[in-house]
């Protein structure tokens, strides 16, 4: 089950990334390097998943390789779709897919917040200073 989660949120995320390419390369770019940043820690976590349940090394190489095929298949998927369309449908196909991954984070985070004793105070700053450095940074590239 991990593996399909992992590969579920590589799949969004090669989606986004090509259609981040379609729209410009600078933001292609931009949102493959930040997603490749944020799944540093989801990747650690299947792996020590899958060295728990005693899987052999090459195996656990062998799944974490073919965790490719999703992201390079969707992102070519996203940028073939969208990559001969107006700006306007570029600019709605892309804000529609981050929605659907902000809706994910936000309903992930901030019930935490509102919890008598929040596990993590910092969770709901750290990710509203986060989204705003991207807005900036997206910004700053355009």
Do not use: C
Request: proline share 5%; net charge neutral; hydrophobic share 55%.
């Amino acid at each position: 089950m991990v593996y399909f989660a992992v590969m579920a949120d590589l799949f969004s995320d090669g989606m986004m990334t090509g259609a981040g390419s379609a729209v410009g390369t600078e933001l292609g770019f931009l949102i493959g390097a930040t997603q490749a940043v944020a799944n540093i820690p989801g990747g650690f976590a299947a792996t020590a998943n899958f060295r728990d349940d005693r899987m052999p090394r090459w195996r656990r190489m062998a799944m974490a390789g073919l965790l490719l095929v999703p992201t390079l298949a969707s992102a070519l998927f996203g940028f073939v779709l969208l990559r001969g369309g107006g700006a306007w449908f570029q600019s709605a196909a892309l804000a529609f897919i981050i929605g659907l991954l902000l809706l994910a984070t936000v309903e992930d985070v901030l019930p935490e917040g509102d919890a008598p004793q929040p596990p993590r105070w910092i969770s709901t700053a750290a990710f509203a200073g986060g989204f705003a450095a991207m807005a900036l940074l997206s910004g700053y590239l355009r």
